[in-house]
C-alpha cells in the first residue's frame, strides 16, 4: 500500500443531453487537479431510489413478482421505486410498500442502509429500510405500466433464494445484505 492521496476532479463544464423520464444525461467535462488531466464523462442525474423489505409478524418476507423491461425478464424484488421531488426516502418507502403490495406495517419503516448503485456514471442514492409486522390492508394501487404479483417467503428462505439466482436484482441484494448485517438471515 502507498500513501497515495485520491483527488476529486474540478468540475469544468456542465451539459444537460436531454430528459429521459427516470433520469437526466448529461456530459461533465473535469480535470484532474495535481495531473491536469481532462476529459468529458457521461453522468446520468437520477432521483434518490428507495427499496424496503416487509417483513410480515410470522417472519415471513413480501416479495414481489415483476417483469422488467431492461432485461427482458421476471425478476423476484422487494417493493421500491423512485423518491418524488420534497418527498422523504422512509415516506417514499412506505408509499411503495403500500401501492405495490397493500402490506403495512406498524409504526415506521426503518432504514438499514443507503449505497451508490453505479458511482461510475450515476449520481444518486438507494436507501433501503426494514418495516416489521406488516400485514394486508389495501388494495394494490399499480403504476400505469406495473403488473405484480405479490408473495410471502418464510424469510429463512431468502439466503437460498439469493443463493440459487432466483433473487438477484443488486438493490434488492444490497437491501437484503444490509438486513442481514443488522438481522441475520
Known amino acids: 500500500m502507498t500513501d497515495k492521496h485520491i483527488e476529486k476532479w474540478d468540475t469544468l463544464e456542465k451539459r444537460k443531453v436531454d430528459n429521459f423520464k427516470i433520469f437526466d444525461l448529461s456530459w461533465i467535462r473535469r480535470r484532474h487537479p495535481n495531473l491536469g488531466k481532462e476529459g468529458e ?3 446520468l442525474d437520477s ?6 423489505i416487509p417483513v410480515t409478524k410470522d417472519k415471513k ?3 414481489i413478482e415483476q417483469y422488467r423491461q431492461g432485461t427482458d425478464e421476471i425478476t423476484l424484488e422487494v417493493p421500491g421505486g423512485l423518491v418524488e421531488s420534497g418527498e422523504d426516502a422512509r ?16 409504526g415506521k419503516a426503518m432504514l438499514l442502509g443507503e449505497n ?3 458511482p461510475a456514471f450515476l449520481n444518486n442514492k438507494c436507501f433501503s429500510y426494514v418495516w416489521l409486522d406488516c400485514e394486508l390492508k389495501f388494495k394494490q394501487k399499480l403504476d400505469r405500466h406495473e403488473d ?6 418464510p424469510i429463512n428462505e431468502i439466503k ?14 444490497t437491501a437484503f445484505f444490509f438486513y442481514s448485517l443488522k438481522y441475520g438471515l
Open 148 to 153: 405484480i404479483k405479490v408473495m410471502e417467503v
Open 91 to 106: 415516506e417514499a418507502g412506505e408509499r411503495e410498500c403500500r401501492e405495490e403490495t397493500g402490506y403495512e406495517g406498524i
Open 116 to 118: 451508490s448503485p453505479n
Open 61 to 63: 418476507v413480501v416479495l
Open 41 to 43: 464523462f457521461v453522468v
Open 160 to 173: 437460498k433464494m439469493i443463493m440459487d439466482g432466483r433473487i438477484r436484482h443488486s438493490l434488492v441484494l
Open 47 to 52: 432521483q434518490l431510489w428507495v427499496n424496503i
